[in-house]
């Protein structure tokens, strides 16, 4: 997928003296300093980029998002109270867009099914990448069908749940972060997971074939 190769910036406890620096930066940010703003972005571009390449599929799109989200982020900066990570709070920003986004685009409102969990075996993409057999021309056209496949269901998925299953299966966010991220409660985030899994999975159950 592209950008899969950024880094990524997780969202576990920083080093002391990494998390005194960010912190600088962003009350120096905050006083309007454009350098401090400016090393932000740095830190964190790729991270966002990332995200919103998963969410919306589609290069162009992702930069726009990407430019939107730190646009708000710098009108919002004064509104940042250190209560969450500064990464918590700008994914909340860029899932927000990204979201607005696809909303814009006509994606489907999310239907209610039943709230149980499903993370037992692999989720629906990875299975059906097992199909595949890898380095094999023969299977090259199959390949390109199982891709349009798998895209075409992920714009089946709600805006909710697919965003919920971009942070857990290509970020390996941690349920509870994604609720965070998001802006959603754990258990709204694991019912989302359980949903897009289950639809995902129904649309690919041939694949392995």
Sequence with gaps: MA?????SIGLSAQPESVAHSETALIEAAQKKDPVAFEELVRLYERSVLRLAMNML???EDARDAYQEAFLKAYRKLDTFRFQCSFHTWLYRITTNVCLDQLRRK????????DDR???????PLQAAQEARVEGNPDRAFEGQA????????????????RVVFELRHYDGMRLRAIGEAVGISEEAAK?????????????LQDARA
């Design 3 to 7: 950008l899969a190769e950024a880094e």
């Design 57 to 59: 599929r589609s290069p």
């Design 191 to 203: 019912n989302s997971l359980f949903r897009a899994t289950h639809k995902l999975r129904a649309a």
């Design 146 to 161: 199982l891709a349009a496949r798998i895209e075409t269901a992920l714009e089946q998925l709600s805006p909710n749940e």
């Design 106 to 113: 006509g994606v489907r409102k999310e239907v209610g099914v």
């Design 117 to 123: 969990d499903d993370t037992k075996g692999l989720n």
